[in-house]
Structure formats: structure tokens, C-alpha cells
């Protein structure tokens, strides 16, 4: 015991443990947290603890696994069992992001000798702003995800099959395209020779991918199919793109480097890391995550904000390891020393406009008048009854079995008992307030009343 205190490991991922719940939490308690997300993961696995299906009527799903294939969510259920809040998986998203830092720690302090760069990389890997967006963005299973990765990496780099082997096979119950990034892995494994598992791990991960996307998801979902394929510029599914992709490589890159947008993403997801990465075989792991993110059609994904950069983080900062140990060996690089510390000083720098400056706000840390407003207007609702939330509001209300997001043009089943909005959270999917209130004013025209409404809080009761 006394030896784990000596460790500057034990200390890294407590101090990080701290910040990213922190951070996490400020958002969540400031109405900062989204019904989409957040809100369909606490439902879910809420229904989880109790032994249920999965059901999430914020999503719209019979069964959450007929969105995305995540069975790995139900190790977190029985915190449910103590707590009944999705602070629950705020804390364990943050506690699995900073595990994350023992295989960094670990591999640094062995490829560039010395505690110093253990606990610059570690940092490094804690301050990323794509660790920070993730964490200032709800919830998301790719959490499980991340310390798989990094542990993978360490124990392959250490042969020792019985540990990472386990690992990866994980990885296919965090999410489908995790089946493509073990792919990826059977290459990696090749590079240390290792032939006969990198065959076994390739075959398992394509046709885990293929069973989960045919069928599995499918069977959860009754007759709607597999509706994430964002990549209809190159096919209509993954063989007909990765042929397309081999016969049109301008359009190809074409594709992965515009609208200026993506470009920018790219290159300031490099940046951190002075564009070392590239030199570190390690990076053939971050290439199917990086083409996912960047080939899709779906703008939401070319942008900073979101978690999108979580599961490269770990493949980002490894890779930079190696990039610096390679150049030192081959007599490139005389002071690594100094090229550590200017990435750690870039790094240190994205805090000033990435979720992490949450914590030097004072206001912060007390409750303003419009917070307790918001919970005086939460206490009106009785635990079990159904209700229509604005978005930052469902979190707050999400463990229930009926319970929806407000939007516009939004048909709800007949009898739902309360209806809450607010002029002061965010107000997506909605661009302005006037918006809600309208369709408020025509709630209480057929068959609501306004029990509550003060500070720009409102809650309605039918009658």
C-alpha cells in the first residue's frame, strides 16, 4: 500500500479522476447536459438496473441496442443500485478517461527513460483538448473504449496475449465500428510479427462488424436496419466503398480534407503533438478512426466539440512517444526534453478556450437564482410520472419510463401528465424561446395548465 502512495501514477489519475468529474458535474448541474445523450443513456441503463430492457423513449427505441451495439453499458447498472442519478455515469466516464493515463505513464517512462516524460505525457494525454470536449459533452460509451485502447497497446508492446487478447475482444461490445478498429489492430499486431493472431483478430473483427450491422443491431430494432452508414459518397456499404475508395484516390482525398472545416480539425488535432505521430507504426490504429470521422457525410463530426476525439487521443499521444524515442535513437533529436515540454506548453494553452476553463469561473461554484428556479421547478415532478422536457432539462428527469425531448413537429403519445421548458438552458433543437412559448400557449389551449412559472421556468400539468 505505502508503495502506491510513492507512485506519481496513483497521484496523475486521482488529480484527473478529480478534474474531469468536476468539469463533467458543472456542466450537468448548470443545465449544460443534453436529453440527446446523456439523457438516453441514463434511461437506458436506468432500465438496466431494474433487470428491463433497455428501452429509451428520449431516443425513440424499444431497445437502445437497436441504435448502437453497446452491451458493455450494463457494468455500469449496478451503480444505479446505490445512486439514482446520471451523475453516476458522469463519474465513471471520468474515471475510465483517467485510468488511461497508467498505459501512457507506463510506455513513456520505458521508451524515454525517466519520470519526467511519464508525467509530461500523462498530463499531455489529460489536458488534449479532445479528452476536454469529451468530457464537457455528456456521456458517450466510447468512454470504455479509450483505457481499452491505451491497456491493448501496452500489453501487446509487452507480449503479453493473454492480457491484451481479452481486451480487444472487449472493444466489440463498446460499439459496432470498434469491430473495424480491431481490424487495424491485426495489422498492428503484424508489425511485432505476430502473424497467426493477427489473422484470427482481422477475421474476428470483420465479421463481428458484419453480424452486428446485419444482424444484431437489426433484431433490436424489429424491421428498421442499420441507419449509421454516413458514407454514401464512395457506397452503399463497406465493400462497395472500400472498392471505391481504391479507384478514386483524388476523390478520395478530396473528400477527407473538405469543406475547409474538416481540414481545420484535422490539422489542430495534429498540432498538439507537432505532427509527430506520423513517424510511430502506433498510428495505424488512429487511421479507421480518423477515416470515420472525417469520410462521413455527417457534419456534425468534421467539428472540435463532441467526443469525437477520444478514442484517437490515446493512438495520438503513444504514437508521439514513439515518434520522440525514434528520433533520440537515430541521433535526430539531441534535446527531447525541450520538444516535450513545447508540446506540453501547447496543450496547456487549448485549457484557455476548451471546456476545462469551467473550473476559474467562480459562478461556478454557487447557485444562481436561475439554477434554483430550475430545481424548485424539478421538485414539482412526481417521480414515475411522464413528461415533455426541453433538451438540457431531460438529463435531470431521464430515469423514468416516459419521458421526451421537446421539439418542433414532434408527435408524443396521447396523455403525457407534465411539460417543463425554460428560457434560461439551451434551447436546441429550437433557435429561439418565442418558438417553445408558442407551442406552450397551445398546450394550455388543449387540455394543460400552468402550474409554475417563474424566472423564465414553466411547468404544466394536464388537467
Known amino acids: 500500500m505505502k508503495k502506491i502512495f510513492r507512485d506519481p501514477k496513483f ?34 441503463i436506468w432500465h438496466y438496473s431494474l433487470f428491463q430492457t433497455p428501452v429509451s423513449t428520449v431516443r425513440g427505441l424499444s431497445n437502445i441496442l437497436g441504435d448502437h451495439f453497446h452491451p458493455i453499458l450494463i457494468l ?4 444505479y443500485w446505490i445512486f439514482h442519478t446520471p451523475v453516476n455515469l458522469l463519474v465513471a466516464q471520468a474515471f475510465l478517461l483517467a485510468i488511461t493515463i497508467i498505459p501512457i505513464y507506463l510506455i513513456a517512462k520505458k521508451e524515454l527513460g525517466g519520470t519526467f516524460y511519464a508525467v509530461a505525457f500523462a498530463i499531455i494525454y489529460g489536458i488534449f483538448w479532445g479528452i476536454q470536449e469529451t468530457i464537457g459533452f455528456d456521456f458517450h460509451e466510447i468512454a470504455f473504449a479509450v483505457p481499452l485502447i491505451a491497456f491493448s497497446i501496452y500489453y501487446i508492446r509487452e ?32 508489425t511485432f510479427k505476430r502473424y497467426r493472431q493477427s489473422i484470427a483478430i482481422f477475421l474476428l473483427g470483420f465479421s463481428s462488424f458484419i453480424v452486428i450491422t446485419k444482424w444484431v443491431i437489426p433484431f433490436f430494432a424489429g424491421t428498421r436496419g442499420f441507419r449509421y452508414w454516413h458514407y454514401t459518397e464512395f457506397g452503399n456499404n463497406i465493400f462497395s466503398a472500400s472498392i471505391n475508395i481504391l479507384l478514386k484516390p483524388i476523390h478520395f482525398f478530396k ?12 490539422f489542430f488535432t495534429f498540432l498538439p503533438f507537432i505532427f509527430l505521430p506520423f513517424l510511430s507504426t502506433t498510428f495505424i490504429l488512429a487511421i479507421p478512426l480518423l477515416l470515420e470521422r472525417f469520410l462521413s457525410t455527417e457534419s456534425a463530426y468534421w467539428g472540435f466539440h463532441g467526443h469525437y476525439s477520444a478514442t484517437v487521443t490515446p493512438i495520438l499521444v503513444i504514437s508521439t512517444i514513439d515518434a520522440i524515442a525514434f528520433l533520440e535513437k537515430k541521433k535526430i533529436l539531441k534535446f527531447k526534453k525541450y520538444i516535450v515540454l513545447i508540446i506540453l506548453l501547447i496543450n496547456v494553452g487549448s485549457i484557455v478556450v476548451f471546456p476545462f476553463n469551467q473550473i476559474f469561473s467562480i459562478q461556478n461554484y454557487y447557485l444562481t437564482k436561475n439554477l434554483s428556479t ?8 412526481p417521480q414515475n410520472a411522464s413528461v415533455i422536457a426541453q433538451n438540457p432539462i431531460v438529463p435531470h428527469l431521464s430515469e423514468r419510463n416516459n419521458i421526451y425531448i421537446l421539439k418542433p413537429d414532434m ?11 425554460s428560457s434560461n438552458v439551451g434551447l436546441w433543437p429550437y433557435t429561439s424561446f418565442s418558438q417553445i412559448q408558442k407551442y406552450l400557449n397551445s398546450e394550455q389551449k388543449d387540455g394543460y395548465k400552468m402550474i409554475f412559472s417563474e424566472d423564465g421556468w414553466y411547468v404544466l400539468k394536464r388537467k
Open 255 to 266: 473528400v477527407l480534407f473538405s469543406p475547409l472545416k474538416k481540414f481545420i480539425t484535422e
Open 159 to 190: 507480449n503479453k496475449p493473454k492480457i491484451y487478447i481479452p481486451l480487444l475482444v472487449l472493444l466489440i461490445f463498446v460499439k459496432e465500428d470498434m469491430t473495424i478498429l480491431l481490424c487495424f489492430f491485426a495489422f498492428y499486431l503484424a
Open 374 to 381: 430550475g430545481y424548485q421547478a424539478l421538485r414539482l415532478i
Open 11 to 44: 497521484y496523475l489519475v486521482t488529480f484527473f479522476f478529480f478534474l474531469f468529474s468536476l468539469v463533467s458535474i458543472i456542466e450537468h448541474t448548470h443545465f449544460r447536459t443534453y436529453g440527446d445523450d446523456l439523457g438516453i443513456f441514463d434511461q437506458a
Open 411 to 421: 408527435v408524443y403519445p396521447s396523455g403525457i401528465e407534465y411539460i417543463l421548458a
Open 76 to 79: 455500469l447498472a449496478p451503480m
